[in-house]
């Protein structure tokens, strides 16, 4: 099964919108949205069940019991997280605390102890032969990259085996999840907007794909907003080899479309129609790299 990963260098470029008009036009048996801080690629699918939901556990967290505990401090005056609450008893901050086990260590009576700690949630809906696989990475967690692993586990261990295409929103950015998302995928689109910071931005995703020896592919999203910097970023990719899959309008239908919960290739529009054809271009490059 080939896979397919479409990122971006920062946030609204339309990376989410081009994905869902992918997993449309391709009829994709497998899909993830691996953006687990903000995942919203299941607002477009049109989920009709509900998902299987399932906790997922990142580091441990320290909690402190109140019979055991002498109220000594020592676990206070070590943390360097400043993570232990003192008020009528002795209790731990989950939000601030990083789970490194020095309060575990330093108390005598053993009051203190590591426990499991819900960081997310995996949700995988099947249905009709398809997979989809996402999660929610819990408020002030720090185990976005570990998550995003276990959605694109989840996805593989569950799609059917005459799946050939899976195809994966990714994350802005250049952090840890998007590192995760990269491991193990044929092709890397990215979808670079016409700014001065959104080409900045697609050259680091860029940069970050080429560490890993990842294949890369670039399309301009609403192109027509900036003339200037979309010539700018197809000359970028002239000067550095890098293949160039089309530019995509903006336009107002796909507004329309995504506010009511549909696809750009939905509709007879121009986005739709231009996507259409970056999609065309985007698979002769993955059956190309793949070859």
Avoid: W
């Avoid at 580091?59 to 676990?75: G, V």
């Avoid at 609403?222 to 089309?246: H, M, S, W």
């Amino acid at each position: 099964m080939k896979q397919l990963l479409i990122l971006s260098g920062k946030g609204g470029t339309g990376k989410t919108t081009i994905a869902s008009a992918f997993i449309k036009l391709s009829g994709a048996k497998a899909y993830a949205d691996c953006d687990v801080d903000a995942p919203n690629l299941h607002l477009l699918m049109g989920q009709a069940s509900e998902p299987k939901r399932t906790a997922y556990f990142g580091m441990p967290k320290a909690e402190i019991s109140p019979e055991l505990c002498t109220r000594c401090d020592e676990c206070r005056k070590y943390c360097r997280y400043n993570a232990i609450l003192v008020d009528e008893d002795y209790t731990v901050d989950p939000y601030a605390c990083e789970g490194c086990g020095v309060c575990e260590f330093i108390c005598l009576e053993g009051a203190v102890s590591s426990v499991p700690a819900v960081a997310g949630e995996l949700m995988l809906y099947t249905e009709e032969n398809k997979v989809f696989s996402t999660a929610q990475l819990k408020m002030g967690s720090g185990n976005s990259g570990m998550l995003v692993t276990e959605v694109k586990k989840q996805m593989q261990e569950t799609v059917a085996a005459d799946a050939d295409l899976a195809i994966i929103d990714g994350s802005p950015g250049i952090g840890c999840p998007v590192i995760a998302s990269l491991s193990g995928v044929d092709l890397v689109l990215v979808v670079a907007e016409p700014s001065i910071s959104g080409i900045s931005d697609m050259v680091r995703i860029l940069k970050t794909a080429g560490v890993f020896r990842t294949k890369t592919v670039v399309c301009i999203n609403k192109y027509d907003t900036n003339l200037e910097n979309a010539n700018r970023i197809e000359e970028f990719c002239q000067v550095n080899n890098i293949p160039f899959a089309g530019r995509i309008p903006f336009d107002a239908s796909a507004v329309k479309a995504i506010n009511d919960g549909q696809t750009i290739v939905d509709l007879d529009c121009a986005s739709g129609r231009a996507v259409s054809d970056v999609y065309a271009k985007t698979m002769d490059y993955l059956a190309l790299n793949n070859n």
